[in-house]
C-alpha cells in the first residue's frame, strides 16, 4: 500500500508539472523598434546606446532595435541596429520609395523618427518635408496598421556654412504638431518629441548639427518617456522568417546622380534596376573614379574599394529586384579640385 501511495503521488507530481507547464504561456516576442533617420540617428547615433540601457536598467528588457544597418561604435554594449542613414533627406527616402524594403526586412512596432536635418539644411519647404512624412507613416502602416510612431522636433543647427538653418529648423518644428495631430489615429498614434527645446548648438554639438555626449545625453532622456509610454500595449507582431528562392539570369543597369556638393566633399546616388525578365538575388555595381575622389561613408550597399576602382555589393534586404524594380545606395565622398561624374556598371 506504501509502495502504491509513492507511486501515485509522484504522478500526481508529474502531473501538476505537465498542467504548469502547458497553462503557462510562452513568453511574448520582443518589441521591435526601429529608429529612423539620418546621420543624427545612425553615425554613430550615441544617444540609442544611453536609451537602450537606460530602458534595460528599468526593467524594459523585452525589446529589439530594429534596422538593416549595424551598431556603429560608440564603446557600450547595446542593441545597435538602426536606420540612421547619414545624408539621407527624408523626402528623397519617400521618393525613391526606400522605407518599405527597410519595414519589410525588421517589422518594427515602434518607429522613432529623428528626421528633417537635411533636407532643412536644402532649404526645402516645411509643407514639402511634412508630405514625405505623410508617405512614410503611410508605409509604416501598410507594414502594421497599429504601428507606434514618434516623431521629434529636431534638435537646433547652427552649422557654419547656413547661416539660415537655425530659423529655418524653427520653422519646420513648428509645423510638426499640427501635422502630428491631422495625422494621427487611434490605432496607429504619432507622438511629437520635442529634441529641440533645452538643447544648445553651443554646449551639446561638436559641430553645430551633431550631438556630443552632453547633446546624446539630452536626446536620450527626451526619447525615454514617450517611448515607454510607446511601449504599454503594443502587441509584438509575430516573427516570421521569410523563405528567399535564389533566381539568376535578366540584367541591371546602374544610374549615377550627384546629389549634393561642396567645397572639397560630395554626395552620390546610384539607382540599381532589373533590366531582366526574372527576379535578381544580388546585384554589384562598379566604377572607376577619375580624379581621386574617395568615398567616405556609403549606405544601401557594401563597398570596397582599391585605389580608384569601386566596388559596391547589395545588402541582405535590397538584393532581391523582381522585373523593372529598382533601389537605391547613396555615398558620400570626397574630392579636390575636379569632380567628374562616374560611370558605374551593375551585374
Known sequence: MRKTSGALAAFLALAAVVMYLTATPASAAAIRIMPLGDSITGSPGCWRALLWNKL?????????FV????????????????????????????????????????????????????????NIPPATILGAFTTLVNQMRASNPAMKILVAKIIPMNPSSCAECGQRTVNFNNAIPAWASSTSTAQSPITVVDQWTGFNTAS????????????????????????????????????????????????????????????????????????????????????TFANGQQVTQIWGGTLSASGANVTVRNESWNGSLAPGASTTFGFLASYNGTNTAPSPTCS
Open 204 to 287: 551639446d554639438t561638436y559641430d553645430g548639427v551633431h550631438p556630443n555626449a552632453a547633446g546624446d545625453q539630452k536626446m536620450s532622456d527626451k526619447w525615454y518617456p514617450a517611448l515607454v509610454n510607446a511601449l504599454s500595449g503594443v502587441t509584438p507582431t509575430p516573427t516570421v522568417t521569410p523563405t528567399v528562392t535564389p533566381t539568376t539570369g535578366g540584367g541591371c543597369t546602374a544610374t549615377y546622380r550627384n546629389a549634393g556638393q561642396w567645397q572639397g566633399g560630395f554626395q552620390g546616388e546610384v539607382t540599381v534596376k532589373n533590366t531582366g525578365t526574372a527576379p535578381m538575388s544580388g546585384w554589384t555595381v562598379r566604377w
Open 56 to 64: 534595460q536598467s528599468t526593467g524594459y528588457t523585452d525589446i529589439d
Open 67 to 122: 534596422g538593416t544597418l549595424p551598431p556603429q561604435g560608440c564603446g557600450v554594449a547595446h542593441d545597435g541596429d538602426n536606420e540612421g542613414h547619414g545624408g539621407y533627406l527624408a523626402t528623397n527616402v519617400a521618393n525613391q520609395n526606400l522605407l518599405p524594403g527597410w519595414l519589410s526586412a525588421t517589422r518594427p512596432d515602434v518607429v522613432m523618427m529623428h528626421f528633417g536635418t537635411n533636407d532643412v539644411w536644402s
